[in-house]
C-alpha cells in the first residue's frame, strides 16, 4: 500500500508538476517534521509553486484547521505560493460494488477562507 504523500507525489508528476517531498523524519525524537510545520510536498509548474500537505480522508479537517493556524500560512500567500491539503480515501466503483479506487479531496487554502482583520492603529 502507498502512502498519502506517495499518491500525492504521483498525482502531481501526473499532472506535469516537479514534485518533491520536503517533510523529513529525525531519528533522534522519532517524529516527523514538515517545512514550515505544515507542508509535505513542494511542486512547481511554470511559474506556479505549489504545496501541499498530505493525509488521509478523515483527517481532512484536522489539518486544515492546524494549517489556518499556522503563522507561516500568510508568509506563504503573500508568496504567490498555491496552498492545498489531499485527503486520500478508498472509493467504490461501482454502488454496491466491491471494486475500490483511491480518490483525492483537494481543499485549497490559497485565499483566506475567513477575511484578515486590519491592524489597529496604535496612538
Known amino acids: 500500500m502507498s502512502s498519502p504523500t506517495q499518491r500525492t507525489l504521483k498525482l502531481l508528476r501526473d499532472e506535469g508538476y516537479l514534485a518533491y517531498v520536503v517533510e523529513r523524519w529525525c531519528s533522534f525524537t522519532h517524529k516527523r517534521y514538515d517545512l514550515f510545520g505544515i507542508i509535505d510536498v513542494l511542486a512547481v509548474k511554470g511559474s506556479e509553486t505549489l504545496a501541499v500537505q498530505t493525509t488521509s480522508g478523515s483527517a481532512v479537517s484536522a489539518r ?7 503563522e507561516a ?3 506563504l500567500r503573500d508568496a504567490g505560493w498555491t496552498i492545498h491539503v489531499h485527503g486520500w480515501r478508498k472509493t467504490k466503483l461501482k454502488r454496491g460494488g466491491k471494486a475500490m479506487r483511491w480518490g483525492c479531496r483537494t481543499v485549497d487554502l490559497t485565499i483566506p477562507t475567513t477575511p484578515t482583520p486590519p491592524p489597529t492603529a496604535h496612538e
Open 64 to 70: 486544515v484547521k492546524k494549517m489556518e493556524a499556522s
Open 73 to 75: 500560512l500568510p508568509w
